[in-house]
């Protein structure tokens, strides 16, 4: 068959919301695609780990460093989930790693900014959590299986996040005024690299309308970050914080939040490395694999060896 037939097979199933699955055909740019906002999605879970881990030993309590503990291996969980799936595509998780490690892919902006109290670590389970959420609910329904199958879990334990970050902040801001004080503070700090997670304004988005032919995507991402005010302001008001940003306000005609202008050169100055945690995170992350090293080698050792004995008893 003709690439233009086999385009137009594919198209169909993906318009009769048919999943299509590893030995599929597909287009060359869908797999593309896909590897590479699944790989930037596990890297991102892996970073992610590290503006929350070095709160673990300076966790308030025992059930808040429980918690925090629990959170940070699920994430560790998140990323296997997604390299696993990025497999699927053809690619080499060494590959994909080396690739983390050495600065040629990307990963959320978000954590490359530093967390500075405890109440940025409720702020992050609140907005950050609550952010991913909105973008990965919609990819339960992605085109493409083994991606959809992994989000299924992924988000049940995002949901169980944000609402342990809402509850850090709770507490917080019903407590004293300084712990009030401090979780406004992060509030201030977290707000607008939280609506950046969104990606671009549609307009500037180049993948975001193939993305959406292809379902792989369901919502633009001017309209996730629309959802994603409107929820989280009266989320704001209930814990009694002032969202940053004079321009907020509710607008009765179209039953939406109208919010400021974003600082996009903040974004992609970030996205090129010059955020404040850049150069630390990947300075920590190469030095975690690396001293992991004789881990990988150890356990693909057994598994070499277990296999041989198979091998002899058959």
Known sequence: MSTKSLEEIF??????EIRIEPKDWMPDAYRKT?????????????????PEGNWVTRAPSLRR??????KVQDEAGHGLYLYAAAETLGVER????AQLHNGKAKYSSIFNYPTQTWADIGAIGWLVDGAAIMNQVPLCRCSYGPY??????VCKEESFHQRQGFEIMMTLCN????????????LNRWWWPSLMMFGPNDDESPNSARSMKWKIKRFSNDELRQRFVDIT???????GIKIPDPDLTWNEKTQHYDFGAIDWDEFYQV??????????RLKTRNKAHNKGQWVREAAMAYAEKKQQRKASAA
Request: overall charge positive; glycine content about 8%.
């Open 94 to 97: 060494a590959d994909l790693v």
């Open 271 to 280: 996205l090129k490395g010059n955020g404040p945690c850049n150069k630390q």
């Open 34 to 50: 896909l590897i590479r906002q699944i790989s930037q999605h596990a890297h991102s879970e892996i970073v992610g780990m590290l």
């Open 65 to 70: 460093k429980v918690g925090l503990l629990a």
């Open 233 to 239: 302001a009266p989320q704001a008001d209930i814990l």
């Open 175 to 186: 407590g004293t005024p300084e712990q009030k004080h401090m979780a406004q503070d992060a």
């Open 11 to 16: 198209q169909a199933k993906v318009d009769a």
């Open 148 to 153: 959809a199958r992994a989000m299924v879990r």
